[in-house]
């Protein structure tokens, strides 16, 4: 098998009692079981990103940009919160730009009666914006307090993780398609 691809994973939200952790837990435990995937877990309650930017980025920042510019692939866990993704989710995009270019993205979104689609939708227009590239299929929890057993384990594990396996597929194959381009490229640039 070649070089396993980086995956990150964020954690999109930041409140208090939240029930990203549950979902990202979950879901990070598939992505571990695979061979061709190595993970680093950004949970963005954790990395200290500020509300402001100031003009020169502090070490938060340059720590969270480099962890960016290392993934080869992220999937992002998003909850939907008033027909949209959280705030926390938008600045931590905005913080940095070229690290997210020519790279694959999917989604694990979780919510109410949608599931967290709606913020999935929004979230796409904004990767587009980014240059990266989203993967059709998502994982998704409707009423997802209700989806979950108490060990944070899926009611419906047969579904989900068949949905999860899909994308990440899907993202493992972007992946390496992507990684190469890049490689690629900077190979003619320097050549040039």
């Known amino acids: 098998m070649s ?8 954690v999109g939200s930041t409140r208090e009692g939240r029930f990203g952790g549950v979902v990202a837990d979950w879901f990070a435990a598939r992505a571990w079981a695979r061979d061709d995937m190595t993970l680093d877990v950004i949970d963005l309650a954790e990395v200290d990103l500020p509300a402001v930017l100031p003009r020169h980025p502090p070490p ?5 940009a480099a962890r960016i510019d290392r993934a080869d692939a992220f999937v992002v866990v998003t909850p939907e919160y ?3 993704y959280p705030a926390s989710l938008k600045q931590a995009i905005d913080l940095v730009h070229a690290e997210w270019r020519e790279k694959p993205v999917g989604f694990v ?3 109410g009666i949608s599931g967290g689609l709606r913020a999935v939708e929004q979230l796409r ?3 587009a914006e980014l240059h990266a590239t989203t993967v059709r299929d998502t994982v998704s929890f409707h009423l997802a307090h209700a ?10 594990p047969d579904g989900s993780s ?5 994308m990440l597929d899907e993202i493992a194959w972007w992946g390496r398609a992507l990684r190469t381009a890049r ?3 900077r190979e003619q640039n320097e050549a040039a």
């Not at 070089?3 to 964020?10: A, D, H, N, T, Y």
């Open 3 to 10: 070089e396993r691809l980086q995956l990150g994973v964020i």
């Open 60 to 64: 938060a920042v340059e720590a969270f």
């Open 82 to 84: 008033n027909h949209g």
């Open 109 to 111: 979104a979780y919510g």
């Open 125 to 127: 227009l904004v990767f």
């Open 147 to 156: 989806q979950f057993d108490e060990r944070g384990e899926p009611r419906d």
């Open 162 to 166: 068949a949905a999860a396996t899909t």
């Open 183 to 185: 490689r690629d490229a």
